[in-house]
């Protein structure tokens, strides 16, 4: 699937492929999960899709694919790891992955998020390492949460350069995710000091 491929699929089947292609994520969409997550936000600013719908199906196609890289650990354990050690395009995002579990531990579900690949495999070590789920949600589904809304709020901004965008974010990840939180934190920041002015 490419970009094309997946706008042409977003406006005939809506909702439903925004969701899928992210939910399939863990098996290796050819197109970055950045790019889909701002797609949504674009097609929602377009009116293709409705913002607040496109966002919450975004979301939960984010976290869904995720927590199935959790199932996948807890129930298959280290077998696949194994394999997935054996190939050479997978053997060092997991080196990385195991190096920021041993230790960042919990929060390393959080800061996998702004590193393309290993946001999949730390779902699936933290499963195999059988972390209990509610703890798994807590930090995962928050960080989740503002991750989509970041890059769903760039889509609405990217326009017609979401695919350019997405792509370099994808190749840079760490740097521009830590950028774009820093930028976030900023804006509530200047937001919350503006209202208490304004009392």
Same mark, same amino acid.
């Given at each position: 699937m490419n970009y094309d491929t997946l706008i042409h699929s977003i406006s005939n089947f809506g909702y439903a492929a925004l969701f899928f292609a992210l939910w399939l994520g863990i098996v290796g969409m050819? #197109?970055?999960?950045?790019?889909?997550?701002?797609? @949504?936000?674009? !097609?929602?600013?377009?009116g293709i899709l409705l913002p607040i719908p496109a966002f919450i199906v975004?979301?939960?196609?984010?976290?869904?694919?995720?927590?199935? +890289?959790y199932v996948l650990g807890r129930f298959l354990g280290s077998p696949v790891l194994d394999k997935l050690r054996r190939k050479k395009n997978i053997g060092k995002h997991l080196?990385?992955?195991?190096?920021?579990?041993n230790k960042y531990g919990n929060f390393a579900l959080s800061l996998s998020?702004? #590193?393309p690949v290993?946001?999949?495999?730390?779902?699936?070590?933290?499963?195999?390492n059988k972390m209990p789920f509610r703890r798994f949600a807590i930090y995962s589904y928050t960080s989740g949460l503002v991750w989509t809304y970041i890059f769903?709020?760039? +889509?609405?901004?990217? @326009?017609?350069? !979401?695919?350019?965008? +997405?792509? #370099?974010?994808?190749?840079? +990840?760490?740097y521009v995710g830590l950028m774009l939180?820093?930028?976030?934190?900023?804006?509530l920041l200047f937001r919350k000091l503006k209202r208490w002015k304004a009392r």
């Open positions: 050819p #197109i970055p999960d950045e790019v889909i997550v701002m797609t @949504g936000g674009t !097609v929602s600013k377009t975004t979301y939960l196609g984010v976290i869904s694919g995720l927590s199935l +890289g080196k990385t992955a195991e190096y920021m579990n998020y702004f #590193i290993v946001r999949h495999i730390i779902p699936y070590l933290v499963g195999i769903f709020m760039l +889509g609405q901004f990217a @326009g017609v350069h !979401v695919q350019t965008m +997405g792509t #370099i974010i994808y190749h840079y +990840g760490i939180v820093t930028l976030f934190l900023i804006f």
